[in-house]
């Protein structure tokens, strides 16, 4: 196995072995443990939970679980970290990587708007590589991006692929040449939120090649589980064990792990695909019907679970949609996108709503 370099953990966590927990401490015991009574919990279960699930704290990475996405993402255990949904894992690694007030990351907007919260949360600089247009596909200058993060030092660089707002991917040749370019220097990190409507095989397929490539998955998305708030780094197991390390106690709730465990059954897995691609269906049909509206100038190419466009007059479209009782994303906000919305691809009931609607306005 190829090594991770310890020195782009910050060097004053390097030696840090976090909170030991009563659930992660194991006191030397002369005989099999019966009756625990070294962590506070109640001897008996709650009135809302009559079966105790609930009752102990739970194990911080659940075995289960770890185990089930370490076969989803055909890897190993060691290389799993499972909390509260990416924007924790986002957080983890800023927090292991960056020296606040010192160290800086990259990122190649318009991107997800949780890179710099989390940078501003640590005082780390942010250093911003915006993505080119090319017909109506957006492009990361992963070039651009290499030469960024050595000039600003960075310590990591964060690119979607499938992007969000953009829904365009990053190829994988691309990002495993500029994981390596960087790996003295920086992490690169995968945010794959929107992986199972992509085309392109996952970029965990490289983490074994490329010690210093992390890969983020959730189930927030595809897997229908936003609420649960599970996410996952596939990392390097030297720095999966820094992100847990500095990760606090008990991440994830028992039901929560429950809900995920139910949801990598063969069987969940298997319905979880089918509405993945009812999902690339629709979105496929959506996209041309936007296309033929008056008045839409761009419709990018997405390999995600939603649409960008671009309007003439997004004052007008956004009107229209929200008084038909309809919420879409606004992007006007962000820099070059003053004329866009975002728009989820969501049950085909809701997307002849937005038809019918927006074709109802342009007749
Ligand atoms: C939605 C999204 C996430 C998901 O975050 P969770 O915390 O897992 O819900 C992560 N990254 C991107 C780019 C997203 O759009």
Same mark, same amino acid.
């Not at 269906?281 to 033929?292: K, S, T």
């Given at each position: ?6 020195? +782009? ?60 996405? %370490? ?16 924007? @924790? ?62 000039? %600003? ?25 500029? /994981?390596? /370019? ?23 397929? &490289?983490?074994? @090649? ?32 820094? +992100? ?18 139910? %949801? ?6 298997? /319905? ?20 033929? &509206? ?66 109802? @306005?342009?007749?």
């Amino acid at each position: 196995m190829t090594g991770f370099p310890s020195h +782009l953990v910050r060097d004053d966590l390097r030696d840090f072995t976090g909170y030991s927990s009563a659930r992660t401490s194991s006191a030397a015991i002369a005989a099999p443990a019966r009756i625990w009574l070294n962590a506070n919990e109640s001897g008996l279960p709650s009135q809302a939970d009559p079966d105790g699930h609930s009752r102990r704290y739970p194990d911080p990475q659940p075995s289960m679980l770890v185990d089930a996405f %370490a076969d989803l993402w055909a890897t190993t255990p060691d290389r799993i970290v499972v909390g509260r949904g990416s924007d @924790e894992m986002i957080e983890l690694l800023v927090r292991a990587l960056c020296r606040p007030g010192a160290d800086a990351m990259v990122v190649s907007s318009p991107t997800f708007g949780m890179y710099a919260v989390s940078a501003r949360l640590h005082g780390v600089p942010v250093v911003d590589v915006r993505q080119h247009e090319d017909e109506l596909t957006w492009r990361v200058d992963t070039d651009a991006v290499r030469e960024a993060a050595v000039e %600003a030092g960075a310590k990591i660089v964060f690119l979607a692929s499938p992007g969000n707002p953009t829904g365009s991917v990053v190829p994988l040749r691309e990002l495993a040449d500029l /994981a390596d /370019a960087l790996a003295d220097q920086a992490v690169l990190v995968v945010d794959e939120a929107y992986g199972e409507f992509a085309q392109q095989r996952s970029a965990a397929t &490289l983490i074994e @090649e490329h010690p210093t490539l992390v890969v983020l998955r959730t189930l927030s998305k595809a897997h229908a589980l936003a609420g649960a708030r599970i996410g996952i780094a596939l990392a390097h197991p030297d720095l999966a064990t820094v +992100l847990r390390r500095v990760q606090a106690p008990y991440p994830l709730s028992v039901p929560a792990t429950e809900l995920a465990l139910a %949801a990598l059954t063969e069987s969940a897995l298997a /319905a979880t695909h089918r509405r993945v691609m009812e999902t690339v269906g629709l979105r496929e049909v959506v996209a041309r019907q936007l296309r033929d &509206l008056p008045g839409i100038r761009a419709v990018y190419a997405s390999e995600a679970n939603f649409l960008l466009l671009r309007s003439d007059d997004p004052d007008a479209l956004l009107h229209t949609l929200i008084s038909a009782g309809i919420v879409v994303r606004d992007l006007r906000h962000l820099p070059g996108l003053q004329d866009a919305l975002r728009i989820t691809i969501g049950t085909s009931l809701e997307m002849s709503a937005i038809n019918h609607v927006l074709g109802e @306005e342009s007749a």
